[in-house]
């Protein structure tokens, strides 16, 4: 079956064509008309349901393009005042409409006539806005929406000097692959001292935060905000005990092969001791792999990979560039991180990060590169609702094409054995990767049902769960000040709380999948493909299943999904 990468804007049916969101004046007609329609017939409420999507779709697109502007130019206070303008000024104008209009669909006495099909899920998501809606809240989600940016405007500023010239901490980042370890150390140590510098801002911030998202959770009758959030979430399908033992499994069955990873690179670097600075680098005379010189490079490579895997998947990342819906090279006043922000009216997505040269940066690329796909395959879906899929599955939609592209890595490496060293070292990213996701999930489901704690306490049961779920292989001696303040250098801690565990879970469904590729190229892109063509219209087990996955994050299946990439490790290492 082939796709198509060509992407048009959906017409306007409700809103005028030229209509651009600015004020609440001009938004408020087309509420008041959406709330004073009958709903009498199914032809009626499906019209109204249309109607409503593109008011959303339209507003929607309007605040992530005020969002995507303000990161690429933290700087620029005119891009800041504008976002923080929809959030003081508009969201709380439009969240009461939105649950007036929930409660109004719920009404129609038409509703069960809907097939359940295509619309139980998307019911479902309505019955928890209703749910969750506290007219008390509404300003408080306002203020949180403005903190939460602040995070983006404090790291966006935080730069290194390194043999006299200035980088961003991402830039600086590629400097501990060095072979010389006096350089690697010394970069290490002033990355950590820059972030320690604005520990007390960013210890005010996260407090703030952390008073308001608690307030929500009161206000709207539960115990913490953890509740609150899995429901907000939208996590039907598991609860904080079943993270709770995923936290579990992960020291059972991860470390050992964590460890196992570091004793083989504290070899390869012939060393008495591993130190933290030591854990990106090669031996002496083997240079750090640089698979692209710039932002235009990396674009070309990265159409030309996934090309190679499916012409569709490069297609999409080509139609954005025409689009200018790229911006991925790490400079100062440019908010940390990356992400690919579905733009719900034009159709295609933003994809935003921080490149500076490194492997990192084509798998944050290729990653990136998935919920870009995800976005595109969901674009036709009638509703806007429909898109919202369980940011599990959006999760395994980017992990699982870091996984398919390795076999197509040789479009960034022309050396076979940079190649082959690139594949090694993106395995060891899997497993690796697992203990820092237990640490910051634990850490959340800490913080959030013991919200009057003191900085002080927060610090030291960070430290405690981070010694907790690191490599016994590698010597933190003398860096403990730095350790107990690491966990601020996670921008999901502030700007989207409990995101997190998702990344686990998915991980365990990419792996699966590249399990089927193994087996079958052609059937698992195809699995892969038909999950994510279903966006939100099923619940989350039924999208694993689509994609031919177990839902299923026991200590079992890590088990077995830890062994097929450790077996594919070791091939890898020893070729």
Request: proline share 5%; charged share 25%; with cysteine.
């Amino acid at each position: 079956m082939s796709y198509s990468a060509t992407i048009e804007q959906r017409p306007r049916h409700f809103l005028p064509a030229p209509f651009v969101v600015s004020d609440w004046e001009s938004l408020a007609p087309y509420f008041a008309e959406l709330e004073r329609r009958s709903l009498d017939s199914v032809s009626e409420l499906e019209q109204w349901l249309r109607d409503a999507s593109e008011l959303e779709a339209v507003i929607s697109e309007d605040v992530c393009w005020r969002q995507i502007k303000m990161t690429c130019d933290t700087e620029n206070k005119a891009l800041e005042e504008s976002f923080n303008h929809f959030m003081l000024e508009l969201q709380p104008r439009i969240q009461p409409w939105s649950d007036k209009l929930n409660r109004k669909l719920l009404a129609s006495p038409c509703i069960d006539q809907l097939p359940a099909e295509q619309y139980a899920t998307f019911l479902r998501n309505i019955r928890k806005q209703i749910d969750l809606y506290r007219e008390s809240n509404v300003p408080i989600q306002a203020e949180i929406s403005v903190l939460q940016q602040q995070f983006g405007v404090i790291a966006g500023k935080m730069t290194v000097i390194v043999q006299g010239q200035e980088y961003t901490l991402q830039q600086a980042a590629k400097f501990l692959e060095d072979e010389d370890r006096n350089l690697r150390e010394q970069v290490y140590l002033q990355i950590a001292e820059r972030r320690y510098q604005d520990r007390e801002a960013l210890d005010g911030l996260f407090d703030q935060l952390l008073q308001k998202r608690n307030q929500l959770a009161l206000n709207a009758g539960m115990d913490n905000y953890r509740a609150y959030r899995f429901l907000e979430l939208g996590r039907f399908d598991y609860d904080h005990v079943m993270c709770e033992e995923f936290h579990l499994a992960v020291k059972e069955e991860v470390m050992p092969l964590v460890n196992e990873i570091y004793t083989k690179k504290k070899e390869r670097l012939q060393l008495t001791t591993l130190r933290p600075w030591d854990i990106e680098a090669e031996p002496a005379g083997t240079k750090p792999l640089r698979p692209f010189a710039d932002a235009t490079e990396l674009t070309q490579k990265s159409i030309a990979c996934l090309r190679r895997l499916h012409p569709f998947f490069g297609d999409c990342i080509a139609t954005m560039q025409r689009m200018q819906r790229l911006d991925l090279e790490s400079r100062k006043g440019k908010a940390p991180g990356g992400y690919n922000c579905p733009l719900a009216e034009t159709g295609a997505p933003f994809i935003f990060m921080n490149a500076a040269g490194t492997l990192d940066d084509v798998t944050t690329m290729v990653h990136e590169g998935g919920h870009a796909v995800h976005s595109f395959l969901t674009h036709l879906l009638a509703l806007n609702g429909f898109k919202e899929y369980p940011t599990e599955i959006a999760e395994v939609a980017s992990m699982s094409m870091e996984l398919f592209t390795m076999d197509y890595w040789d479009s960034f490496f022309s050396d076979a054995a940079e190649w082959q060293r690139a594949k090694e070292q993106q395995l060891e990213r899997v497993i690796t990767i697992f203990p820092w996701i237990a640490t910051i999930d634990k850490f959340q489901h800490w913080i959030y049902t013991h919200p009057q704690h003191s900085i002080e306490e927060r610090n030291q049961v960070w430290l405690s769960i981070l010694n907790e779920y690191s490599s016994s292989v590698i010597d933190f001696d003398g860096l403990e000040l730095y350790r107990s303040y690491q966990w601020q250098r996670q921008l999901h801690l502030f700007e989207v709380p409990f995101y997190y565990i998702e990344y686990g879970i998915a991980q365990l469904g990419a792996i699966g999948l590249w399990q089927q590729y193994h087996q079958d190229p052609a059937k698992a892109l195809q699995n892969y493909i038909s999950a994510l063509s279903l966006g939100g219209t099923k619940p989350l087990p039924e999208l694993f299943a689509a994609a031919g996955l177990p839902f299923d994050f026991s200590a079992g299946r890590i088990r077995t999904l830890m062994q097929f990439v450790q077996a594919s490790w070791k091939q890898a290492s020893q070729s």
